[in-house]
């Protein structure tokens, strides 16, 4: 009996090594938008224009997720041709698997910065510094612990992240290889850890920097964003996001005339195109692209 695409697909998604929010948004793509129509057919039997009468009705008002589901096919049967399951791929539209960025995303200001972090209660001022000055994803900066906080020469280990997925807290490695770095604190940060640190109500090397009100659990994103959101409308800044703080930093530390390598470096990523957004790094230059993102700050004041 001849394999069905809904057979492979499956397989093919069992033996894949996929971050736990990667393996939770392909099964919902597949189990959503691929496997209604592909899933009980023979993979030899999904011809080019099966595919292209799928993809013409597939989500016409939601660009990202049209990409995203063409692509997942397309990587399926790819894999299958290696497999010599089928001599060759259905997939074949140009451009289908690429979409532009639907937002355009407008980092903010350091005067905006300087509301939002005034507007927040003090607990959560470090977080937001850190996510925007150090460009740390939310979920590096909020499975930071006492260890990872070196204040003696002022860096950030970031060695793990934590993510929701399929209703579960998961810890595990950050997004990408190159997510694991050493990341230097402008000075500027400084005073404001020492005295988050000091007023930490739990002790012990592994303990939460952010933790949520119990003090040992991870924060949940919609505890930050009930004091995030009334501070960022407060800065006039309704559309930012708490993932643009990212970008803010990202931004920031292109303007101090880092190279496309430094940035790499420090934002964790592992190719160029995601730093290029922004514009063989020297590791020495982190800690002075770090004193030339506090000097930007005092220049403000």
């Not at 490695?173 to 604190?185: L, M, N, Q, T, Y």
Request: glycine residues 6%; charged residues 25%.
């Amino acid at each position: 009996m001849a394999e069905t695409f809904g057979t492979y697909a499956e397989k093919w998604l069992r033996r894949r090594d996929l971050k736990p929010r990667s393996r939770e948004h392909y099964r919902s793509i597949l189990n959503r938008h691929i496997l209604p129509t592909f899933g009980d057919a023979p993979l030899q039997a999904v011809t080019s224009e099966v595919v292209r009468d799928w993809y013409a009705d597939l989500e016409p008002d939601h660009p990202t997720l049209r990409a995203h589901a063409y692509s997942l096919l397309r990587t399926i049967f790819s894999t299958a041709v290696t497999d010599e399951k089928i001599t060759s791929s259905p997939c074949h539209i140009r451009g289908a698997g690429t979409t532009r960025r639907a937002r355009k995303i407008q980092p903010a200001t350091l005067s905006e910065l300087e509301v939002i972090t005034a507007s927040l209660p003090v607990k959560y001022r470090p977080l937001l510094m850190l996510c925007a000055w150090c460009a740390l994803r939310f979920g590096e900066a909020t499975e930071l612990r006492r260890k990872d906080l070196d204040l003696t020469n002022g860096v950030i280990h970031v060695r793990r992240g934590v993510v929701r997925a399929e209703g579960q807290t998961m810890v595990g490695s950050p997004k990408s290889e190159a997510g694991v770095r050493d990341v230097a604190i402008p000075p500027h940060l400084m005073p404001m850890l020492k005295a988050h640190v000091t007023a930490m109500p739990m002790r012990g090397k592994d303990a939460l920097l952010f933790p949520a009100t119990d003090g040992v659990s991870h924060i949940a994103p919609s505890t930050l964003y009930r004091v995030f959101y009334p501070a960022r409308q407060a800065a006039g800044r309704p559309d930012l996001r708490w993932h643009d703080l990212r970008h803010t930093g990202a931004t920031l530390a292109a303007q101090t005339g880092a190279t496309l390598a430094e940035l790499m470096g420090r934002l964790g990523h592992s190719t160029p195109q995601a730093a290029l957004r922004y514009q063989h790094a020297a590791r020495g230059r982190d800690a002075e692209i770090a004193a030339a993102l506090s000097r930007i700050a005092e220049a403000t004041k």
